[in-house]
Nanobody
Framework: QVQVVESGGGLVQPGGSLRLSCAAS????????VGWFRQAPGKEREGVSC????????YYADFVKGRFTISRDGAKNTVYLQMDSLKPEDTAVYYC?????????????????????WGQGTQVTVSS
């Protein structure tokens, strides 16, 4: 079983920054894609960002474009989510997830069922 571990969450003031890290028990770049999702209380889990390892293609939800950046470091076996200009509405538990292979021909990067392995999540709270 693959273990996925997120870290880097915490309490930050509006306008502040955090960098989340995602590490895996196996070589993370071997997976088709790595995604970041979040879930706020009473809401469904939603996709935030994704990176396809084969070519580095990245995807961002509209509500984080221009503020969040996903990146990877093979030497550290880690995928990062740099979050800048944080807003109170960014408050949520953030999850990292791995895709082994897309279920169908076209990768549905916001579909939670595409992802095979999930971390336990890290809490991000944006508040003054």
């Amino acid at each position: 079983q693959v273990q996925v571990v997120e870290s880097g969450g915490g309490l930050v003031q509006p306008g502040g920054s955090l960098r989340l890290s995602c590490a895996a028990s196996r070589f993370i770049l071997d997976y088709y894609a790595v995604g970041w999702f979040r879930q706020a209380p009473g809401k469904e889990r939603e996709g935030v960002s994704c990176i396809v390892n084969s070519d580095g293609t990245t995807y961002y939800a509209d509500f984080v474009k221009g503020r969040f950046t996903i990146s990877r470091d093979g030497a550290k076996n880690t995928v990062y989510l740099q979050m800048d200009s944080l807003k109170p509405e960014d408050t949520a538990v953030y999850y990292c997830a791995l895709v082994t292979i897309p279920r169908r021909g076209r990768f549905a990067y916001w579909d939670v069922y595409e992802y095979n392995y999930w971390g336990q999540g890290t809490q991000v709270t944006v508040s003054s």
